[in-house]
């Protein structure tokens, strides 16, 4: 691997984003980190969906506006919008749609000439959402991505970021390796993702001929996810589907991706980042626990909790983007931490337990009852026991050269995890969550 300064890599290059208003935050820390650190950037396409340009802009102002933007707002002053403007452009799609779902020709011919670098962070990440919403966005959306890239005429790269989840309930030592097309996990057939959306079409036209109530119609599909799902040895909808988008993404990269597997939820998460505070994923079972809402949850003690702050995933995507550029194989980057800096279930037990002491007063009496304890349960089973350990020897090189190249301050992607989950994310889950 022949170290490429990221900041240089950066310079002058035009991206595009997808996921950069999603539910985990990936695509905006991904958007803000680049603003920040190479304001020389030449330009970030966000793909949002929206009913126009003009809505589709006052989403990606609102997002500039929250508190992850503090920093560049605080450094740039009352140049901060102009900036924005100058190096940002919405662009109205959706990844489950072809062509990525962009109706404005002109600026579909201006991105075709314009693109270096596409990050496709976008993903529904419910692990019961409906069968045919999951299945169009982590699955077709993948090819719909891979399909426009090949029409960008200076593509360089395509970094596809899925999660650790991929692997199902394995367990041992799981290896940094792709999906081929067809595999399953569990039972002898073959996969075939054509047959999974003929499937799909099937199960909504009879449900539409039968004239099917909403509820009814989003109930029946979300069980057909599920079922789905665990034929082929997958425990939810969300890996399943994610999965698939890895086996289109391995048959249509060309040289062009790779693809990154950050934990996700439940014993293994994306979590708060380490500099600046978001409000999503662990914050859940902690809440609960803080506001005295929940006072067990069923887990493994001994389970090794795979967490990684998001701003520290996203150091690892620019790594991994500057590295691998037309790379002839793929690489797959597991960033976690249960290989080399594991923590114990019990182990974090031990330290929120400083949140019920120095919080109490916060935590009583706080709004809403928390009644999400059997949902927990039923969701988050697979990964509370979860018995994998996944290899990182590929991330792990990416990290050593972060350590080599004294940008360590910039692109760090290794923590303490007393440290932090003490200093930085219960700090941020009392300010950002139990204070509202």
């Avoid at 595009?16 to 990936?26: D, E, I, R, S």
């Avoid at 905006?28 to 680049?34: H, S, T």
């Avoid at 933007?69 to 919405?90: C, P, Q, Y």
């Avoid at 999503?280 to 909790?305: H, V």
């Amino acid at each position: 691997m022949e170290f490429v300064n990221p900041l240089q890599f950066l310079k002058d290059k035009t991206i595009l984003v997808t996921g950069a208003t999603g539910f985990l935050g990936k695509g905006a820390v991904f958007v803000e980190k680049i603003l920040r650190i190479q304001p020389n950037v030449k330009k970030l396409y966000l793909l949002v969906r929206a009913a126009d340009a003009k809505s589709a802009m006052k989403r990606i102002l609102d997002e500039v506006e929250k508190d992850l933007f503090n920093v560049l707002r605080d450094k740039l002053g009352a140049n901060f919008k102009s900036f924005v403007l100058e190096k940002v452009v919405a662009v109205v799609g959706d990844v489950s749609e072809v062509n990525l779902g962009v109706k404005d020709s002109k600026l579909m011919e201006e991105m075709y000439k314009e693109i270096d670098l596409v990050v496709n962070s976008a993903a529904t990440t419910d692990f019961d959402e409906r069968y045919d919403f999951t299945f169009n966005i982590n699955t077709m959306g993948t090819l719909n991505i891979m399909s426009f890239a090949k029409n960008c005429i200076k593509i360089n790269m395509v970094l596809h970021v899925s999660t650790a989840y991929v692997c199902g309930e394995g367990s041992g030592l799981i290896p940094e390796k792709p999906f081929y097309n067809g595999e399953t996990l569990k039972c002898s057939c073959r996969l075939e993702i054509t047959e999974e959306k003929k499937l799909i079409d099937e199960k909504l036209n009879q449900l539409q001929a039968q004239g099917a109530a909403k509820n009814e119609l989003t109930s029946t599909m979300k069980e057909l996810g599920i079922q789905r799902a665990r034929f082929y040895g997958w425990p939810n909808t969300y890996a399943f589907t994610k999965a698939m988008g890895e086996m289109i993404l391995g048959k249509y990269r060309g040289n062009l991706a790779s693809c990154h597997r950050p934990p996700h939820h439940n014993n293994q998460y994306i979590c708060r980042t380490l500099s600046r505070l978001d409000r999503r994923t662990i914050d859940g079972p902690i809440a609960g626990y803080g506001k005295g809402k929940l006072t067990f949850l069923l887990a493994n003690p001994k389970a090794i909790c795979d967490m990684m702050p998001v701003d520290m995933v996203v150091n690892s995507m620019i790594m991994a983007m500057t590295a691998n550029t037309r790379q002839s194989s793929q690489m797959i980057y597991q960033v976690g931490s249960s290989m080399r800096n594991p923590i114990k279930l019990t182990n974090v037990l031990k330290l929120i337990s400083v949140f019920d002491k120095k919080y109490k007063d916060v935590c009583i009496g706080h709004g809403k009852k928390i009644k999400f304890a059997m949902r927990l349960v039923d969701l988050y089973k697979p990964y509370m026991f979860f018995k994998g350990i996944f290899d990182d020897t590929n991330s792990q090189k990416l990290r050593m050269e972060v350590g080599k190249s004294g940008l360590v301050d910039a692109f760090n992607f290794d923590l303490d995890w007393e440290d932090y989950i003490i200093n930085t994310h219960i700090v941020g889950l009392v300010k950002y969550v139990l204070k509202g």
